[in-house]
C-alpha cells in the first residue's frame, strides 16, 4: 500500500490551465469542476495521500482503518447539497450513504441526563419539551427563531463585497437575527443552564463558544442535520476523494501526491503558477489555494505581494481551536453494543467553560469528548476492522499553543516524523488516557479490549495539513468572521482564487464541497452553484459501473491519477 515519491506524467501539459494547491475535498471538488467545464487542472497534495482531512490510515498491517475527518454528514437525502455537489459530477449512485439511527444520530450525554437528538425540527422541539416541560415556552421560542434562521438564509455564501453584503442584510430578515450570538438568544429565552448544555450538544460540530458564535452557525449546523438526517459513506471517508480524484483523472486532470508547493508565483499583480520544493515549476493562469487560508497569503503568497491592509487583516485572523485525537482497535463488536449515533460525552453544564479553558491553554480534568465508531455506521465493511473487532475515535478541543505541547518551531517546516520531546509525549499519553477513562463511562468494559491505540495531538494535524495551529475548521466561525466578514474567494492577486474552510462558503465536508463549486465558478465566471442546486449534471456519469470488489480507495489516493485523453462523452451535459 505505500509508494514512493511520484513522479510527474510524462504526458502532463508543459502548461496547465489551472493549478489547485491542497487535496482537501474543496480542493478536489473544485478541480473536479473546472475539469468537467474543459479546463486542463492539476491538483499539487504536499502528502502521500489525497483527501485532506477526509482521508483514513490503517494499522496493524491493515486490520483497522480509522477515519481522520468524516464522522457524520448531513444532507445526503434526495435533494441535498451534498447530493447535488456529488449529482453535478454524475457520482451520486457511486458514492453512497448509510442513514444513522434517525431516532437518535446524536447521543448527548450529560451527568443524569442521556438525549438522544432524532431527525427533523418538529420530533427534535417535542423531545426538548418532553425533557425540560417547564421551559416549554423559552424552548418553542428558542427552536422557532433558530429554524426560522436556517430556512431562510441563502443556500450560498453571504456576499463578501461590502455593497452586495449591505444589500443582502436589507432583504433578507432572518440575517440579523442569524449574527445575534448564540448565549444571546438562549438569554432571551431564558433558558436554563442543562437546556442550554443539550441545544449545544453538538456545539463540536463548528468548535466555538455560545458567546462568540453566531445564531446563524449553530442553526445552519442543526439544520444540516435535522431536515434530512445524518449519514456516513458506505466503505469510510476516502471513497469521497477517491471518486473525485478518479473524474479528474478521466476528465483529463492530475492529481499529484508528494508535491509540496513552496511558493505561489506573482507576477506584475497575477498568479502565474507554483514553485515545488526541489525547484520544480508550474505555470497556469489560474491558481487555486485550498491550503491553509494564512499560510497561503502570508507564506505562500508573501507580505510583499500583498496590500498593508490585506497583511494586517490576515494576521488578525483568529483560526478555530483544533482538536486531540484517540484512535482504538478493539476486539469487540460495538455494532451489538452501541446504537448508530455519535456521542458527545459532557462533565457538566458549562460548555462555554471547556472552550474557555481551551483558549486559556488548558485541557480540564474532564474534557467534553465526542465518540464515534465506524462500526456501528458502516457495519458491512469488513476492510477497516477484521470480524468480531470494532474501530472507535475520540476527539476532544485542544489548546493550539505550542508551548503547551512542548514543541518549539514551526512544526509545518519539521514535516512527518519529526522526533517529539519527550515532554510531548507525556502530555500525549496523559490525554490519550482520559479520553480513554471517559469514554469507558460509555462502553464500561472498554480497556478489556484494547488492542490499538494511537493518539494525534494539534501538533501533528500540524505538520501533515501544514494548517496554522492544527485547525480543521479554517479560521473561527466566530460573530467577527462569519458571512460577509470571512474570505471570499477572489484575492486582491489577480488570477489566484481561495477555496476551503476559511472562505465565505464556511466549513465542514458539504460546506467545504460546494465551496469547491463556488471557487471554481467564480474562476470560470458562470453560476455552477446554482445550476447544480437546480439538478443539472455537469458532465455525464464516468465511473457509471460497478464497482470491483478490490477496489481501494486509500490506494487510489496514494497514486497519482494520469493525464487522460478528454473521454468523448465527458462533454459538459444538460441532462439532469
Given amino acids: 500500500m505505500t509508494t514512493g515519491p511520484l513522479p510527474t506524467d510524462p504526458r502532463a501539459p508543459e502548461r496547465a490551465d489551472a493549478i489547485v494547491v491542497g487535496s482537501g475535498l474543496g480542493g ?22 489525497a483527501g485532506g482531512c477526509s482521508q483514513v490510515f490503517r494499522r496493524q498491517g491493515n486490520r ?84 426560522y434562521v436556517a430556512e431562510r438564509m441563502p443556500a450560498g455564501p453571504l456576499p463578501s ?9 436589507r432583504s433578507l430578515p432572518a440575517i440579523p437575527l442569524g449574527l445575534l450570538s448564540v448565549e444571546r438568544l ?34 445552519g449546523v442543526m439544520n444540516h442535520y435535522l431536515r434530512g438526517g445524518a449519514y456516513y459513506p458506505r466503505g469510510g471517508g476516502q471513497v469521497i476523494a477517491a471518486n473525485l480524484v478518479e473524474v479528474i483523472g478521466a ?26 520544493a526541489g525547484g520544480e515549476e508550474l505555470r497556469a493562469p489560474v491558481v487555486v489555494s485550498n491550503a491553509d487560508y494564512r499560510r497561503t497569503l502570508l507564506d505562500l503568497v508573501g507580505r510583499a505581494q500583498l496590500r498593508r491592509r490585506t497583511v494586517r487583516k490576515v494576521e488578525r485572523s483568529r483560526m478555530a481551536l483544533p482538536f486531540f485525537s484517540v484512535y482504538l482497535g478493539l476486539d469487540m463488536d460495538l455494532a451489538d453494543q452501541l446504537p448508530n449515533s455519535t456521542f ?27 465518540l464515534t465508531s465506524a462500526t456501528t455506521k458502516d457495519p458491512d465493511s469488513r476492510r477497516a476492522w477484521p470480524a468480531g473487532h470494532s474501530t472507535l475515535e475520540l476527539m476532544c478541543l485542544a489548546p493550539p499553543d505550542h508551548s503547551f505541547w512542548a514543541v518549539d518551531g514551526d512544526p509545518a517546516s519539521e514535516g512527518p516524523g519529526h522526533p517529539p520531546d519527550p515532554a510531548y509525549r507525556s502530555r500525549k499519553e496523559a490525554l490519550t488516557e482520559l479520553l480513554i477513562d471517559r469514554a469507558a463511562g460509555v462502553i464500561p468494559d472498554l480497556r478489556e479490549h484494547l488492542v490499538w491505540r494511537e493518539a494525534s495531538t494539534p501538533v501533528t494535524h500540524e505538520r501533515f495539513t501544514l494548517s496554522t495551529g492544527g485547525a480543521c475548521y479554517g479560521l473561527e466561525l466566530a460573530r467577527d468572521q462569519v458571512g460577509p466578514k470571512r474570505p471570499g474567494v477572489r484575492t486582491e492577486i489577480r488570477g489566484l482564487y481561495l477555496t476551503g474552510a476559511s472562505t465565505v462558503w464556511g466549513h465542514g465536508i458539504v460546506g467545504v464541497m460546494l465551496g469547491g463549486v463556488g471557487t471554481a465558478g467564480a474562476v470560470l465566471k458562470r453560476d455552477l452553484t446554482s445550476e447544480i442546486l437546480k439538478g443539472r449534471r455537469i458532465v455525464a456519469p464516468l465511473l457509471d459501473q460497478p464497482i470491483p470488489d478490490d477496489w481501494d480507495p486509500l490506494l487510489v489516493c496514494r497514486t497519482s491519477s494520469p493525464v487522460r485523453r478528454r473521454p468523448a462523452d465527458a462533454s459538459p451535459s444538460p441532462n439532469k
Fill in 186 to 219: 438562549f438569554n432571551l429565552c431564558g433558558l436554563s443552564p442543562r437546556a442550554r448544555a443539550v441545544l449545544l450538544g453538538e456545539s463540536g460540530d463548528y468548535g466555538a463558544p455560545p458567546s462568540r458564535v453566531p445564531v446563524a452557525v449553530h442553526a
Fill in 344 to 370: 458527545w460525552i459532557y462533565p457538566n453544564d458549562d460548555v462555554e467553560g471547556h472552550y474557555r479553558a481551551a483558549y486559556d491553554g488548558r485541557v480540564p480534568d474532564g474534557p467534553p469528548v465526542f
Fill in 251 to 276: 476528465l483529463g486532470g492530475q492529481v499529484r501526491t508528494k508535491a509540496r508547493v513552496e511558493q505561489i508565483l506573482v507576477e506584475h499583480g497575477a498568479a502565474v503558477g507554483v514553485r515545488l
Fill in 64 to 147: 483497522y482503518e480509522f477515519d481522520v475527518g468524516v464522522h457524520y454528514i448531513g444532507e445526503c437525502d434526495a435533494g441535498g447539497r451534498m447530493t447535488m455537489v456529488l449529482h453535478g459530477l454524475g457520482l451520486d449512485r457511486r458514492v453512497a450513504f448509510r442513514e444513522l439511527d434517525p431516532d437518535g444520530y446524536a447521543t448527548i450525554v450529560l451527568p443524569g441526563l442521556t438525549f438522544r437528538v432524532p431527525r427533523g425540527w418538529d420530533a427534535y422541539l417535542h423531545r426538548l419539551i418532553e425533557v425540560f416541560p417547564d421551559e416549554e415556552r423559552g424552548l418553542r421560542r428558542c427552536v422557532r427563531v433558530m429554524r
Fill in 161 to 169: 463585497h461590502p455593497g452586495q453584503a449591505a444589500a443582502a442584510l
Fill in 28 to 49: 478536489l471538488s473544485c478541480a473536479a469542476y473546472l475539469a468537467a467545464c474543459g479546463l486542463r487542472t492539476i491538483v499539487l497534495e504536499q502528502g502521500k495521500v
